[in-house]
C-alpha cells in the first residue's frame, strides 16, 4: 500500500495535507505533527464485520430494564451511576502515580470474582503487575483474571476473540499501537484508530472496556480530543500525588451522573474507600483560629462540610494580592467587592489568600457567604465560633441568597455536632431547629451575619 504523509493536530485530530501554524478546528498554535498513514483495506473489513445486524425498530424491541454490573467498590460504583454498564467504555485519566493503574486492578479483582477479565497491561510485564496485585492484599486473588502484556493491537484482538472476556482493562491506550499503521505509538492517529477499534469491538460484543489514558501538562487527556468523544464516561482523579487522599470524578457519563464524586485514601494496600469524607476533610481544622470556617457543598447527592480558610495581610506592593485555591477566583473577587462596596472594609491593600483546605475543588454557590465570613474574620482578626456551619448565596447588593437542598446540608452538620447554622431568612420556612438537632439563625444580609459573628 502507499503511504501517505499527513500532518495531524496533537490536540483535537485534525488533518491537513500541509503543515499550519494554526488548527483550524481547534485553534491551538504549533499543534500539528507530520505522521505516516496508511490507508489499510482489511482492517476496514475488520471494522465492517464486527456489526452483523441491521436496523431494528425501536418499537419492536422488548422493555427492560438497564442491568448495572457492581464493582465491589461502593465509591466506583457512585461515580459511574451506579455500577459497570454491560458494553459501556471508560476513560480513565490522571497524573502520573495518581492511582489511575492501582484502582483498575482492584476493580478487576473484584469483577473476576465472577466475570470473566482481560488486563492488559502494556506498560508493566506480567511479574510487575502480579506484584503490584500481591500489594493489594489476599483477598483480590481473583480466579477469572487474565494478565497479558501487549502492545500489539492486533494480538490483543485476538486475545479478547480467543478468552471472550465480560470484562477488559488497558494499561494505557498512549502505548498501544497498529500494525497497519506507520505513525509511533502514542502519535494523534494511533491513538485515534486504537481507541475507536477497541470501542467497536466492546460495543459489538457487549464487553465492559476501561482505558486508562496519560494527562498531559495542562491536565488534560493526552492525545486528540476525538478520544473523549469516542468513549461513554471520562474520570478524572485529582489530588496531589504526595497527598493521601484522590477524589475521582466523571466529567462525562452517558449512562449517570456527573456531580457524584468518589473520595479514596491511598495504602499500602492499594486505594482504600472514603465512607465519610467531610470528617476527612475536618480532621485536622484548628482550633480558635481566625479566618477558619466551615460550609457545605453538594457533590451530586452526597453533602460535604469542607473549612474554608481565609488570610488577610498588608500587601507590601502597590498592587494588591487575589489567590485562590479551590474556590473560583471571579466568585471571590466579587465577594471581596462586596465587601467594600456593602460593608465598609478597607481591603485595597491587603493581600487576600483562600484554601479549601483538603485539596477540594469547589463551584457551589452555598460556600459565597462562608468565604465572606472568613475573610472577614481574618480581617478584623476575630474567631468564628467552631459550632456554626454557614450556608448562602451571597448577592451583588450584600444580600443572602437560599441554596438547593439545604436539608441534606443541616443533617450532615447536626451529624458531625455543630449546634448553629446561619442561612437565608428566605429558607426558615420548613427548617425548625427541633427537626435537624441544631439551632438555624435565619439572615437576609451580609452585614447582619457579620454583626453577629464579630461583634
Known sequence: MKKSVVFSCSSCGFQSPKWLGK????????????????????????????????????KELEKGTEKRIKTGIAEFDRVLGGGLVAGSVVLIGGDPGIGKSTIALQVCCGLAVDKKVLYVSAEESVVQSSLRAARLGEKFKADKLYIVNQTDLSLIVEY???????????????????????????????????????????????ISLFIIGHVTKDGSIAGPRVLEHIVDTVLYFEGDRFSAYRILRAVKNRFGSTNEIGVFEMTNEGLKQVANPSEIFLAEKPKAVAGSVVTSVLEGTRPLLVEIQALVSKSS????????????????????????????FHLELE?????????????????????????ASSFKDKVVPEDAIFLGE???????????????????????GFKRCFISSNMKKGTNSGKFGLEIIPVSSLKQVLDIILK
Do not use: H
Not at 484554601?355 to 468565604?371: C, F, K, S, T, Y
Not at 451571597?394 to 451529624?415: D, H, M
Open 23 to 58: 488548527c483550524p478546528d481547534c485553534g491551538k498554535w504549533n499543534s500539528f505533527i507530520e505522521e505516516d498513514y496508511q490507508a489499510c483495506q482489511s482492517q476496514d473489513k475488520q471494522k465492517s464485520s464486527l456489526y452483523k445486524e441491521g436496523p431494528v425498530l425501536l
Open 394 to 416: 451571597v448577592g451583588l447588593s450584600g444580600e443572602v441568597r437560599s441554596i438547593a437542598q439545604v436539608a441534606s446540608r443541616i443533617n450532615e452538620a447536626s451529624r458531625l
Open 160 to 206: 479478547i476473540n480467543k478468552i471472550k472476556p465480560d470484562v477488559v482493562v488497558v494499561d494505557s491506550v498512549q502505548v498501544i499501537f497498529d500494525p497497519n499503521i506507520g505513525s509511533a505509538s502514542g502519535s494523534v492517529a494511533q491513538v485515534r484508530e486504537c481507541a475507536g477499534m477497541l470501542t467497536q469491538i466492546a460495543k459489538a460484543k457487549e
Open 317 to 344: 506592593f502597590g498592587y494588591a494580592l487575589r489567590r485562590s485555591q479551590g474556590f473560583d477566583a471571579n466568585r471571590l473577587n466579587i465577594i471581596i467587592a462586596v465587601l467594600e462596596k456593602k460593608i465598609g
Open 351 to 375: 493581600d487576600i489568600f483562600i484554601n479549601v483546605a483538603g485539596g477540594m475543588e469547589i463551584d457551589d454557590a452555598a460556600a459565597d457567604l462562608a468565604v465572606a465570613v472568613a475573610i
